[in-house]
């Protein structure tokens, strides 16, 4: 068997975009056979959440959804941990930005991180990245992580079908 694929999803400060698309991944992923095969996670840009649980509104809406909330603590992303994963998803064009200056130039590194909406098959084709920025839902109110959650999940198939492929292509 193949070493493991890794994916990691990268908002703010790790308490509502990155860890929903991480939840809502691993249970696509899962549900597809590939949880076994494929480990997902999540880190902030920023280090000012550092140590915080998701964010109870996020936790609310992956719950009424009918998502398993894990135990889990904000953390910051490293260098280590771009060269560590297979694909990097970027929640905003600012975060791919900020992941792509912590690659220092590396070009493999730099090829793995990709923007999480670039994925939905309804986002817009042959624009600037900021036009695929997930939604940030921590000024509003729950209305925003409905907003944030729908977004996630209309890129997860395609992106649980990129990492299909890629793990295909390793044999």
Known sequence: M?????VM????GNICRSPMAEVVLRD?????????RVVVDSTGI???EHGNPIDRRAQRVLSAHGYPVPARRARQVTPVDLTARDLVLAMTASHANALRRLAHGDPAVERRIRMYRSFDPAAPTGVAEHHLDVDDPWYGDAAGFEVTLAEVEAAADAIVEHVR???DARG
């Open 2 to 6: 193949s070493r493991t694929y890794r």
């Open 9 to 12: 999803t990268v908002c703010t």
């Open 28 to 36: 696509r992923l899962e549900k597809a056979g590939l949880g076994d």
């Open 46 to 48: 920023s280090d000012e």
């Open 165 to 167: 492929a890629e793990l």
